[in-house]
């Protein structure tokens, strides 16, 4: 005889066995559901291949084209105002350590960047930043900035080109760092690097400079956090405006210059 006990262990081993066959079945037709909406997928993929390579979807195409038109236009490259670059290569040797200090602190230097868009002619700041004029000093003599282009133009916000980089990505340098320099200098009023300044540029922490740097082009709102070292000619400026008047390659305020800008030559040469 069947206890009540039995009977209700028999039950729930039916109702769990009917819950298996519900799920199998379920399963079952799943598969099968995915197999049908795989195979309708398939013959609508081959047939937009068909109706494209045949050219019936490119009235859609052209549409869309016209649609992004305004946006293309806008950011359109400008005509390259520069010349085509020197022969050569750009120099990868990098240092373990800042160079010993060799220049003449109480002399003036000046920065020669001969480039493709016109000489630019820098008076450097020698006794305000001795460490910074001292690195350009050795860098240039090593032909580290020779060949090497300026890879960075900002024109929204600040007004910089920015150069040194070996590399062209904006994380190259010399392999060494140097001291900020500089940083109360009377030219820097309400957080202000004004146009013709020269400044070393850094990764945001505190003693970072190495080989980059920028040259602002229009009065720029920074804080002063990046070593002014020095001041660019009239005629420097002339050539700087040149290359920002040709835009950068986003339009979107930060990007490649549209203009090639090479370093030919960098010379430093005491006065």
Known sequence: ??????????????????????????????????????????????????????????????????????????????????????????????????????????????????????????ALKTSAAPHTVNSFDFLANKGFFDHTKCHRLTTNGIYVLQCGDPTGSGSGGPGYTIPDENLKDKSLKTNVYPAGTVAMANTGQAHTGGSQFFLVYQDSQLPPNYTPFGTISESGMKVLKKIAAAGESTGAGDGAPNATVVINKATVTKS
Do not use: H
């Not at 069947?2 to 598969?31: D, G, I, N, W, Y």
């Not at 013959?43 to 109706?51: T, W």
């Not at 038109?69 to 950011?75: F, L, M, N, R, V």
């Not at 990098?94 to 230097?109: G, L, Q």
């Open 1 to 122: 005889m069947v206890t009540q006990e039995q009977r209700k262990r028999q039950l729930a081993r039916e109702k769990f066995l009917r819950q298996q066959q519900r799920r199998t079945a379920a399963r079952r037709k799943a598969r099968v559901r995915n197999s049908v909406i795989a195979s309708v997928l398939g013959v609508i993929l081959v047939g937009s291949l068909a109706l494209y390579t045949s050219g019936v979807m490119k009235d859609d195409k052209a549409s869309a084209s016209a649609e992004t038109t305004p946006s293309a236009a806008a950011t359109s490259k400008a005509p390259d105002p520069c010349e085509k670059a020197a022969a050569g290569k750009v120099k990868t040797q990098t240092w373990k350590k800042e160079p010993a200090m060799s220049i003449d602190k109480s002399a003036k230097y000046t920065l020669d960047l001969a480039t493709t868009c016109g000489a630019i002619d820098i």
